[in-house]
Every structure is written in structure tokens, then in C-alpha cells.
């Protein structure tokens, strides 16, 4: 009988995490061997923005470099991960049951916030991965129920991962390093108390409530993947999170897993 799967929540950080010594890329290294293995993976990355949900339909998924001014050997990385039309189809089946509209796109491959976690969680890409956009003009509602259409998944063996970043401001980052700031540890402690205590209101109602909202996020898109997982293992769920450090002064690496 197959185990009923978290939800996850991944900081994918930088896209040169997969070749930066610090401890998100450790701790990323050794998650996939601590979740039973999953026959198919759906990936919601802060890095695909639609008007409506939308999946990815394809055979196998093209690896997309979505960033600039990196060394070459960032634009050489590759993980051809099989695409599943099952699973792109009982998605949408899912979110219309929810009264979610949703679309195909018959091309998409993965993009960065996708496959960096995923190259380092699972490094063989032999497990079916579809991804699944996100709705930044929607807000953080939009996405908890999101998430609450496609609880059954976890039943079915397929592993949701959400992944974005618990802080995203890159105009603050210091790239050299450094203490981290006081608005990313206030911002992050208090972040990290409404979840730990399931205040899923005070959640959706972070811009409103956290301190340093708009410092720790200028926009919500590296945050809203949070309330996928939320909303997956919604109302009686249990957050565990699963790592917590800081890169670049002020970039939070937290993340969760949902049960």
C-alpha cells in the first residue's frame, strides 16, 4: 500500500546552488533519501508565472538556463527528467473538481527553481516530474486552495514541491557574505512562529502582519509556493521544518515539510 507523501516546501536559493559549499546544498544532498520514493513528482516553482494554473505536458522536460551573467558551465547543466501526461491530467482533473480552471503547455520544461532542487534530492532524474504555475496576481488565498485541490495526490504517490525562497529581496543581497540583516531574522522568526503554530490566517495575511514584509519580499512570488504546501496538507496539518540557514547576509534557505 502505498505511504501517504508530505508536502514540501524548498528555499532553491541561487541557481548556483548546486555548486556552492554552504548547507542548503548539504541538506538538500540527502532529503530525497529521506522520503519514501515517490512514482511521480509535481514541482510548483516561484520561477513559472501564468494568468491561470497551468501544467506542463511533455514527453521529457527541456532543462531551461532562466538566468544570466553565470559561468558557462551553468548553462551545461541538464536534468531530463520523463514528463507524465497522467499526472498533468489528474491535476487538472483535481483543480476542476475545485472549480480551478486550468491550461496545458505543451512545451515547458523545468526551470531553475525546479531542477536545482531536484538535481541535488534526486541526481538519477528517473522520476516522472510535472511542473505546475503559479498566479502572483491571485495572492496567497489563491494558492492555499491551490494546494487543498491536489490533497489526494499525496495519496497517490506523488511527491509535491513547492519552492521558492523564505526571503527574496536580491537588491539587498550581499553577495560578498556577512552577518545576516535584522529585518531577514525578525522577518523569518516571525514567519517561522505562524507556521510552526498553524496560524494560517496570519499567514495569508503576512504583508499585513509580519515585520519587514516588503523588505523580505518586494513581490510575493518566491513566497506564494509556501501556500501549495500548506494547502496540500490543510487544515490539520503538521509543519516540521527541515533546515534553516541564511546565504548572501540576508537569503533564508528555510524549508518544510507538511504532513
Known amino acids: 500500500m502505498q505511504k501517504k507523501l508530505p508536502s ?11 555548486f556552492d559549499d554552504v548547507p542548503a ?19 510548483v516553482s516561484a520561477h513559472w508565472e501564468t494568468e491561470t494554473p497551468t501544467v506542463n505536458v511533455v514527453e521529457t522536460n527541456e532543462t531551461i538556463h532562466d538566468f544570466y551573467g553565470f559561468p558557462k558551465h551553468m548553462y551545461e547543466m541538464q536534468y531530463p527528467a520523463k514528463g507524465s ?14 472549480g480551478v480552471r486550468s491550461e496545458s503547455d505543451l512545451n515547458r520544461g523545468l526551470d531553475h527553481g525546479a531542477y536545482i532542487p531536484l538535481m541535488l534530492m534526486y541526481p538519477d532524474a528517473d ?5 505546475l504555475s503559479i498566479q502572483p496576481h491571485l495572492g496567497t488565498g489563491h494558492h492555499l486552495e491551490i494546494g487543498r485541490a491536489l490533497q489526494k495526490l499525496r495519496d497517490e504517490g506523488v511527491l509535491i514541491i513547492a519552492t521558492g525562497s523564505f526571503t527574496h529581496n536580491l537588491r ?3 553577495w560578498d557574505g556577512g ?11 516571525w514567519f517561522n512562529d505562524a507556521i510552526k503554530n498553524g496560524r494560517t490566517c496570519d499567514l495569508l495575511a503576512y504583508r499585513r502582519l509580519a515585520p519587514f514584509a516588503q523588505m523580505a519580499h518586494p513581490k510575493d512570488e518566491h513566497l506564494l509556493p509556501i ?3 500548506i494547502g496540500a496538507a490543510y487544515p490539520d496539518y503538521k509543519a516540521t521544518q527541515i533546515h534553516n540557514s541564511v546565504t548572501f547576509g540576508n537569503l533564508h534557505m528555510d524549508s518544510y515539510r507538511f504532513d
Do not use: N
Not at 8 to 18: A, V
Not at 90 to 98: C, I, S
Not at 127 to 131: A, E, L, R, S, T
Not at 179 to 189: H, L, N, T
Open 85 to 98: 501526461k497522467e499526472l498533468a491530467l489528474r491535476v487538472q482533473e483535481l483543480l476542476g473538481e475545485h
Open 25 to 43: 546544498r548539504d541538506f538538500l544532498r540527502g532529503l530525497g533519501a529521506k522520503i519514501d520514493r515517490p512514482k511521480a513528482i509535481l514541482v
Open 172 to 174: 539587498a543581497i550581499k
Open 227 to 229: 501556500y501549495v504546501a
Open 179 to 189: 552577518p545576516e540583516d535584522d529585518w531577514s531574522k525578525e522577518f523569518s522568526a
Open 8 to 18: 514540501l516546501f524548498i528555499s532553491h536559493g541561487s541557481p548556483t546552488l548546486y
Open 127 to 131: 522520476i516522472p516530474v510535472v511542473q
